[in-house]
């Protein structure tokens, strides 16, 4: 029995097959670290560690990163996923370019963009929606939220706040896309609270699906230094096993849970899941949502004018 809808069995449901997402890192930045040294617990190379150089033709790693999927798990077909930093922070025509480079290659179902809230605009969504129809492909929108506890997205150094989130997502929605969330359930400052009142406002919006990572420290970030310090404390283990349990259960059963984890190197991090495999936490959330008796969605009972059920109004 699955008790939270995972990533895989949405592919496998949409594709009829297992399908993966191919790493891509092309030649850009992130305004955040243009104007200031970016959000405080970046290291300075983003979050594409599984990708290739970005001086690497996007066709070169798409075809290589494929060739190394496909002989290890007999896949047959991929996603795009342009990863690291704000991929929709480039002039028009050459975002417009590796999208369509992207999309000739051969055997790619889809094309996942990750980017800021803040960085996206209707000229772009156009491009992504011509994208879409030309090549017969699926389009994911991937927004960095983090929490939608403003005051800590203050003090992460975001660089905007939750009402650039809602605006970015009720652009997004009418184009058809699927839209996904990053959200970090462990940033110093959030309680359990907010993970909860996360998981509620991400309900009520025309979100597909959410990606959850559990806080790390890259060394050489803002973050790092304070917590060197002792200047932030973080969770412990047994409290962010808390907060995600929470929020699976709060969040709308449809939702699509791509990941619980970060999945980071060790040797690039000063704290990294409290030292722990990221599948053996895997383990131990579902053995507490299996002892609770909980599933997905098992507390989402507040949206669709809730008081009114509970009081029978006429």
């Not at 191919?22 to 959000?39: A, E, F, K, M, W």
């Not at 000063?270 to 949502?289: A, C, I, P, T």
Request: hydrophobic share 35%.
């Amino acid at each position: 029995m699955e008790r939270y809808r995972t990533y895989s069995s949405y592919l496998k449901e949409l594709y009829g097959e297992k399908v993966y997402k191919l790493p891509l890192n092309i030649p850009v930045t992130c305004p955040n670290r243009i104007d200031s040294y970016g959000c405080s617990f970046c290291g300075g190379a983003g979050t594409g560690f599984e990708a290739m150089d970005a001086q690497v033709p996007v066709r070169e790693q798409l075809r290589k990163t494929k060739e190394k999927i496909s002989a290890k798990y007999h896949a047959g077909k991929f996603i795009a996923y342009f990863q690291n930093y704000t991929n929709t922070f480039l002039p028009l025509e050459q975002f417009r370019n590796y999208l369509q480079e992207a999309a000739g290659v051969e055997d790619i179902v889809g094309i996942s963009v990750s980017t800021r809230p803040d960085c996206i605009r209707k000229d772009y969504l156009d491009v992504l929606e011509e994208t879409a129809r030309t090549c017969n492909l699926k389009i994911t929108l991937e927004y960095g939220l983090q929490t939608v506890n403003y005051h800590t997205l203050r003090q992460i150094n975001r660089g905007h706040t939750l009402a650039e989130y809602l605006d970015a997502v009720l652009m997004t929605a009418p184009y058809g896309f699927d839209i996904c969330t990053h959200i970090i359930l462990n940033l110093p400052g959030d309680t359990l609270e907010d993970s909860i009142e996360t998981a509620k406002i991400l309900s009520a919006l025309p979100i597909r699906s959410v990606k959850l990572h559990s806080l790390y420290v890259p060394k050489g970030s803002r973050l790092y230094q304070d917590f060197e310090h002792g200047k932030i404390t973080l969770c412990s283990k047994e409290e962010y096993l808390d907060r995600l349990t929470a929020f699976i259960c709060y969040v709308r059963s449809d939702m699509v849970i791509e990941r619980l984890f970060s999945r980071v190197p060790k040797e690039d991090a000063g704290f990294s899941n409290w030292g722990v495999s990221w599948w053996k936490l895997r383990d131990l959330f579902e053995q507490k949502m299996e002892e609770g008796g909980y599933v997905q969605g098992c507390k989402c009972d507040y949206l669709n004018g809730s008081a009114l059920g509970r009081w029978r109004m006429e």
